[in-house]
């Protein structure tokens, strides 16, 4: 048994009805059941690589006469069968690699995720957790987590973007979540001090090789980032195994703030009728940093280049006054002055650590089979934008920050080492 193979669970992971609804009676205290008509609707695909989410509608019976009870909630379960169909498209080396990784990574992704909501349990903007499987010797396979579910949303999908409006709101929420992790000692809670996703992800998913082979191939779907991707592929040597967006708050002695490390525009919930911004989700790659790491990969993600590179100074100012606000007074972990020091600091970091994450994703959504011409085109324009504009912003940056690699570490200790010894 493993998270790569359908199993005969809910939405075909290990997670059963009995242990969903025995959870849900504690967390709620009751003893009322879903009842007969109970139905579960898959409404992650195509999204998480590391998770199935299901929306459940619960046909509540034998609750009692003064019962409030959830009619819905989301249900995130592991699973590695997003990734497993991601891989389809790789050499069959590579993929087992991938999935090899994956199968080990997911438990540590889940439970910090497992971590993240019950520190987050007293946010304001944070959908409520009713509660947590984290995976543990006695629970191998069944890692779940049972939240609120935001009625009416919907995600802004990799091929589409996010409108100025919708990311300034983005901007605040980060600033208040931000705010909250520090009046709530962010800094003393150690097991996010441990968690170096980027040295994780560069030691056992892509070689510089792979690096390259991946970005060679963009030039093959279109010709006209030839120019991009090559000057990119030159800068791979010095950016393979960076994890300065992990560490810059300890070199430079601020304190840190909770970075979600994953705010692509699919984790980004949008109200259907009003376009405004529900709620930030998908916590598993969590960590201690700088709140601009967060306002970056939403940036490149879902906006298109041209408005991004408009507005960015915007943001970021709204950003910290946001923080700034939320926090009533209480000392920010760092100045306006420093925020824009960071983002141009940490660009080309951010970036290269999100492109090879989303080129498949931009890749896959182009691809699909049911989509006629026209539509393949427009996802298309979209998508060349969003990976020429990170590519090129990678250069810009690198270029402005060519003094600071003598003033920073670039990366941990198992890379430092083997780029000076080669």
């Known amino acids: 048994m493993s998270f790569q193979s359908a199993a005969e669970g809910i939405l075909e992971t290990h997670v059963t009805w009995e242990e969903v609804e025995k959870n849900m009676q504690d967390a709620l205290n009751t003893t009322a059941i879903f009842g007969k008509n109970k139905n579960i609707v898959h409404i992650g695909d195509g999204n998480g690589m590391l998770s199935r989410i299901g929306l459940?509608?619960?046909?509540?019976?034998?609750?009692?006469?003064?019962?409030?009870?959830?009619?819905?909630?989301?249900?995130?379960?592991?699973?590695?069968?997003?990734?497993?169909?991601?891989?389809?498209?790789?050499?069959?080396?590579?993929?087992?690699?991938?999935?090899?990784?994956?199968?080990?990574?997911?438990?540590?992704?889940?439970?910090?995720?497992?971590?993240?909501?019950?520190?987050?349990?007293?946010?304001?903007?944070?959908?409520?957790?009713?509660?947590?499987?984290?995976?543990?010797?006695?629970?191998?396979?069944?890692?779940?987590?049972?939240?609120?579910?935001?009625?009416?949303?919907?995600?802004?999908?990799?091929?589409?973007?996010?409108?100025?409006?919708?990311?300034?709101?983005?901007?605040?929420?980060?600033?208040?979540?931000?705010?909250?992790?520090?009046?709530?000692?962010?800094e003393n809670e150690e097991w996010l001090s441990k968690r170096d996703v980027y040295t994780t992800f560069w030691k056992y998913i892509y070689t510089q090789e792979g690096l390259t082979k991946e970005f060679i191939q963009l030039k093959e779907k279109n010709a006209s980032l030839t120019e991009c991707v090559d000057a990119i592929v030159e800068l791979i040597p010095e950016y393979h195994g960076t994890n300065l967006p992990v560490t810059i708050h300890k070199q430079l002695g601020v304190r840190p703030v909770l970075v979600n490390g994953d705010l692509w525009s699919a984790?980004?919930?949008?109200?259907?009728?009003?376009?405004?911004?529900?709620?930030?989700?998908?916590?598993?790659?969590?960590?201690?940093?700088?709140?601009?790491?967060?306002?970056i990969r939403i940036a490149f993600s879902g906006m298109t280049s041209t408005d991004r590179r408009a507005h960015m100074d915007e943001l970021l100012n709204l950003m910290y006054d946001s923080m700034e606000e939320t926090l009533q007074g209480a000392p920010a972990p760092y100045t306006r002055e420093q925020i824009f020091d960071l983002y141009e600091l940490i660009v080309p970091h951010a970036a290269f650590f999100l492109a090879p994450i989303v080129i498949p994703l931009f890749m896959t959504t182009i691809s699909a089979r049911d989509l006629n011409d026209e539509k393949k085109e427009q996802r298309k324009a979209v998508v060349m934008d969003k990976i020429r504009g990170i590519f090129e912003d990678i250069a810009i940056f690198h270029k402005k920050n060519e003094n600071n690699k003598k003033k920073f570490e670039w990366k941990a200790d198992v890379f430092a080492t083997t780029e000076a010894n080669n």
């Open 56 to 186: 459940i509608t619960c046909d509540w019976e034998e609750a009692k006469d003064d019962e409030i009870l959830p009619k819905q909630f989301a249900l995130k379960m592991a699973s590695c069968l997003a990734i497993k169909k991601m891989t389809d498209s790789n050499d069959p080396d590579t993929a087992q690699q991938i999935l090899h990784f994956f199968e080990l990574f997911i438990k540590d992704t889940h439970n910090a995720e497992v971590k993240a909501y019950e520190f987050m349990s007293k946010f304001e903007t944070v959908p409520h957790c009713f509660y947590t499987v984290p995976f543990s010797e006695d629970n191998k396979l069944a890692g779940s987590i049972a939240l609120e579910y935001l009625d009416n949303t919907k995600i802004s999908h990799i091929y589409q973007t996010l409108t100025v409006a919708q990311v300034k709101q983005v901007a605040r929420e980060l600033g208040k979540v931000q705010a909250f992790s520090v009046l709530h000692g962010v």
């Open 267 to 295: 984790n980004v919930l949008v109200d259907k009728d009003t376009e405004n911004i529900r709620g930030l989700i998908d916590w598993q790659l969590v960590h201690h940093g700088i709140g601009v790491e967060d306002l």
